[in-house]
């Protein structure tokens, strides 16, 4: 895991903004959180950056504690939770999938 560079204001809700019209693509349920799980999160952030992910009335971990999990053992920010969604953001490290890393770095 790589040192991260914390998101300032102007740059979250930029990316919240960015993310308003997106569908959640990944899901925690009863399998729970998995370093499986959190790969394949990673594979998406660089294709996309921006993603939303939805935790299942099954689920056993609640919002607080995916949270943790995801920043704990990854370099992925959550930008924003509401109700049990997560918008999480990571980088590309791929100039041709930084759709809005170049635009948050700007600012």
């Known amino acids: 895991m790589e040192e991260i560079n914390l998101l300032r204001g102007k740059q979250k809700r930029y990316l919240r903004a960015q993310a308003h019209n997106l ?3 990944f899901s925690v349920g009863k399998n729970g959180l998995t370093q499986t799980w959190l790969d394949q999160l990673t594979g998406a952030l660089e294709k996309r950056e921006l ?15 995916t949270k943790d999990f995801i920043e704990g053992h990854t370099d992925i920010q959550v930008v924003q939770t509401i109700g049990r969604v997560l918008v999480l953001y990571r980088p590309a490290t791929d100039t041709d999938n930084q759709r809005y890393s170049t635009v948050v770095e700007d600012m």
Not at 51 to 65: D, F
């Open 51 to 65: 993603i939303k992910v939805n935790l299942q009335q099954s689920a056993e971990a609640t919002v607080a504690e």
């Open 23 to 25: 569908r959640p693509i």
